[in-house]
């Protein structure tokens, strides 16, 4: 494997769902498996090499001399069941590894938290196929148990969300979890300290933007890859200098149909915690 001495970004990219099949308001975050099919394979015919987060906090601590050229991190929020149909055949057909994060309150059930978008009846993984896709070599991390918007949480019950998500992953898959992302990309300082006395190494935001190996572990910036995010969005991404004018324009749009979710997610997070809480 061959070795880029000076690199100084990787990109991390963030995926949802690979399904055609959504609604509306969900439809962005529902990549068709064609496009994914596409996009991983020009990954591959481009010799990019995908690292898990994990992978990444222990290269990152050897230094920069230890990052694979052409490092690429591919994550998947949510845990749906599409992973394992769509996603990890491809992934494997190719020797690709990626972070699975796993909002461990709804593992085997579906995805309570989008009922604002339609989208309840979702299916997420069960403990038994996590177990095969961490076998496969996919790393499992944390999403929070009830995939709550942590920023908007008493101190203590963000770091029980956290804490909790984390016990139940090591309980269920047998080894330790490393890496930690932020339901709806929402934390601010508090959540920073709380995800570290968690006992996560690293934690994923969302922001469209290309991550740095001097970043702060806690704050790693990911791509957002949504339904119209073409082959050539895709490659405009991983060289981002080429794509001022395009990452800006796709950050715009994304930005705005966020704060919709991030709005309609607001209302309903109570009262949905408070249900799955008290079961």
């Known amino acids: 494997m061959s070795i880029h001495r000076e690199i100084s970004q990787v990109p991390i990219l963030m995926y949802h769902s690979i399904s055609s099949q959504a609604t509306q308001r969900f439809k962005p975050f529902a990549l068709s498996p064609e496009l994914f099919a596409r996009q991983m394979a020009y990954l591959h015919e481009h010799a990019y090499t995908p690292i898990t ?10 230094g920069n001399h230890a ?3 052409r490092t690429v991190i591919l994550t998947f929020d949510d845990a749906f069941s599409d ?10 057909r190719y020797g690709f590894v990626a972070t699975l ?47 709550a918007q942590l920023d ?25 979890v490393i890496s930690f992302a932020y339901p709806f ?46 082959v050539e969005a895709l490659a405009a991404m991983l ?13 715009d749009i994304q930005a705005v149909m966020w704060r919709s979710l991030r709005r309609c997610m607001a209302s309903a997070t109570h009262a949905y915690r408070k249900e799955i809480l008290l079961k």
């Open 53 to 62: 987060v994990a992978q990444f906090v222990k290269l990152r601590a050897q």
């Open 67 to 69: 990052i694979p050229e």
């Open 83 to 92: 992973f394992y149909t769509e996603a990890l055949p491809v992934l494997k």
């Open 101 to 147: 994060y796993v909002p461990t309150a709804f593992v085997g059930g579906t995805s309570l938290w989008l009922k604002p978008e339609g989208e309840a009846e979702r299916p997420l993984l069960n403990w038994q196929q996590l177990q095969e896709v961490s076998a496969e070599g996919i790393e499992c991390g944390g999403h929070s148990h009830t995939h």
């Open 152 to 176: 908007v949480l008493r101190p203590v019950e963000a770091y029980d969300e956290m804490r909790r998500c984390k016990l139940l992953l090591e309980d269920h898959l047998g080894q330790e």
């Open 185 to 230: 990309g929402y934390s601010n300082a508090t959540v920073w300290q709380l995800v570290q006395k968690a006992e996560y190494a690293a934690a994923c935001a969302v922001k469209h933007a290309m991550c740095s190996t001097a970043i702060d572990l806690f704050a790693l910036v990911r791509f957002k890859v949504l339904a119209y995010t073409s």
């Open 239 to 251: 060289h981002l200098q080429t794509a001022t004018q395009l990452i800006n324009v796709q950050r």
